[in-house]
């Protein structure tokens, strides 16, 4: 049985970069603290964006390495001094566009007062040399030391989605049914799940830039595509319960019609919870139950249950795709040895 390690792989690059940030800086002879403090907060998801935005760090800790030395030579180390070093920093960085790294500028030029003496142009570039340190050793060791797996992550992640899809979306109906229950709690449920697919695909780009800089074998981009078109179509599926969500039913129902929308949801349910989303054709059966609702229905306010069974069809056709990839991308999986086993893999471990 392998164990689940607490201790994560950018918890362990981010160590690793602030101990050969401040073997560096000791052989040096330049100051560690603001120089760690870089690494620290550069070490990002993925190495593009470790670039990209040491592009801006940089500077940014310049600027904040300018008003270290300018507010120190004029008021010395005092309260003062940090509050005008944050506040110009934090404007100044914000006027030039670069948000992403006013906390890091921030950080470090608040760090440098300490132990400013005889300040001069020479002691400004070391300290900002420092920063360069720290920023260029995190990229590296975000690169060269234990690449992010994102494909273990991102299924994971969609499974998740769906169980909490399948979950929601019968607590979601059951409010509805209740003529008496206000819409405010199944928009929120909508609001939580569509944050997780939002995770979801970012965790998919965050693979993507990984791939600009490594190469990748042809079975694994397959294989994320194919997690796309998951996430894609769950995505889709969340857009028509966000409309189920915002419906209102002015008139109670029928025991019978409740009992048949009820039966099509738990249905539903257990196909997004079902890893391999099969569908059993006894749905098909509960779908087309519903058909009479939308003609026979004298109950319920105009067009509302037309809307409601237009809804749940809508969702079908979306879960019929869902297996139908599955299905299809299950069986390349049997056929291609090299194919990534943790796509299918029912219980896998991020090592």
Same mark, same amino acid.
Request: glycine share 4%.
């Given at each position: 049985m392998r164990i689940k390690w607490p201790?994560?792989?950018?918890? @362990?690059?981010? +160590?690793?970069?602030?101990?050969?940030? $401040?073997?560096l800086c000791h052989t040096m002879n330049l100051s560690a603290s603001f120089a760690i403090i870089t690494a620290i907060v550069t070490i990002e998801p993925t190495v593009h964006a470790s670039i990209k935005k040491g592009l801006i760090r940089l500077p940014a800790a310049a600027i904040g390495a300018c008003?270290?030395?300018?507010?120190? @030579?004029?008021? +010395?180390?005092?309260?003062?001094?940090? $509050?005008?070093?944050?506040?110009?920093?934090?404007?100044?960085?914000?006027?030039?566009?670069?948000?992403?790294?006013?906390l890091v500028a921030t950080l470090t030029a608040t760090a440098m007062v300490p132990g400013m003496v005889d300040v001069s142009i020479l002691d400004v570039l070391w300290r900002v040399t420092g920063s360069f340190i720290g920023i260029t050793v995190s990229t590296f060791i975000n690169f060269l030391i234990l690449p992010p797996k994102f494909g273990p992550l991102l299924v994971q992640r969609i499974d998740e989605i769906s169980d909490h899809i399948g979950t929601s979306i019968q607590s979601m109906m059951l409010n509805l049914l209740d003529s008496d229950q206000e819409p405010r709690e199944r928009i929120d449920t909508y609001k939580k799940i569509s944050e997780k697919i939002h995770d979801g695909y970012q965790l998919s780009s965050f693979q993507n830039d990984e791939w600009r800089y490594r190469t990748s074998s042809e079975h694994e981009r397959r294989s994320f595509d194919y997690l796309h078109k998951k996430l894609d179509h769950l995505n889709h599926l969340v857009i028509?319960?966000?409309?189920?969500?915002?419906?209102?039913?002015?008139?109670?129902?029928s025991v019978q019609e409740k009992t048949y929308i009820m039966d099509t949801i738990q249905a539903?349910?257990?196909?997004?919870?079902?890893?391999?989303?099969?569908?059993?054709?006894?749905?098909?059966?509960k779908v087309n139950q519903l058909s009479p609702l939308a003609a026979n229905n004298q109950n319920m306010s105009p067009k509302t249950i037309e809307i409601l069974y237009y809804e749940l069809q809508s969702i079908y056709v979306l879960l019929q795709e869902l297996a139908q990839i599955t299905k299809d991308e299950r069986q390349y999986s049997f056929e291609e040895e090299q194919y990534p086993a943790y796509i299918f893999q029912k219980n896998w471990q991020y090592d």
């Amino acid at each position: 049985m392998r164990i689940k390690w607490p201790i994560g792989r950018r918890i @362990i690059k981010t +160590g690793v970069a602030v101990f050969i940030t $401040a073997i560096l800086c000791h052989t040096m002879n330049l100051s560690a603290s603001f120089a760690i403090i870089t690494a620290i907060v550069t070490i990002e998801p993925t190495v593009h964006a470790s670039i990209k935005k040491g592009l801006i760090r940089l500077p940014a800790a310049a600027i904040g390495a300018c008003f270290a030395v300018l507010c120190d @030579i004029l008021f +010395g180390e005092t309260a003062l001094t940090y $509050a005008l070093i944050a506040i110009f920093t934090l404007t100044t960085c914000a006027s030039l566009k670069l948000d992403p790294s006013t906390l890091v500028a921030t950080l470090t030029a608040t760090a440098m007062v300490p132990g400013m003496v005889d300040v001069s142009i020479l002691d400004v570039l070391w300290r900002v040399t420092g920063s360069f340190i720290g920023i260029t050793v995190s990229t590296f060791i975000n690169f060269l030391i234990l690449p992010p797996k994102f494909g273990p992550l991102l299924v994971q992640r969609i499974d998740e989605i769906s169980d909490h899809i399948g979950t929601s979306i019968q607590s979601m109906m059951l409010n509805l049914l209740d003529s008496d229950q206000e819409p405010r709690e199944r928009i929120d449920t909508y609001k939580k799940i569509s944050e997780k697919i939002h995770d979801g695909y970012q965790l998919s780009s965050f693979q993507n830039d990984e791939w600009r800089y490594r190469t990748s074998s042809e079975h694994e981009r397959r294989s994320f595509d194919y997690l796309h078109k998951k996430l894609d179509h769950l995505n889709h599926l969340v857009i028509h319960l966000g409309k189920i969500a915002h419906l209102r039913l002015n008139q109670p129902i029928s025991v019978q019609e409740k009992t048949y929308i009820m039966d099509t949801i738990q249905a539903f349910a257990d196909i997004l919870k079902d890893p391999f989303h099969q569908i059993d054709t006894s749905v098909i059966v509960k779908v087309n139950q519903l058909s009479p609702l939308a003609a026979n229905n004298q109950n319920m306010s105009p067009k509302t249950i037309e809307i409601l069974y237009y809804e749940l069809q809508s969702i079908y056709v979306l879960l019929q795709e869902l297996a139908q990839i599955t299905k299809d991308e299950r069986q390349y999986s049997f056929e291609e040895e090299q194919y990534p086993a943790y796509i299918f893999q029912k219980n896998w471990q991020y090592d």
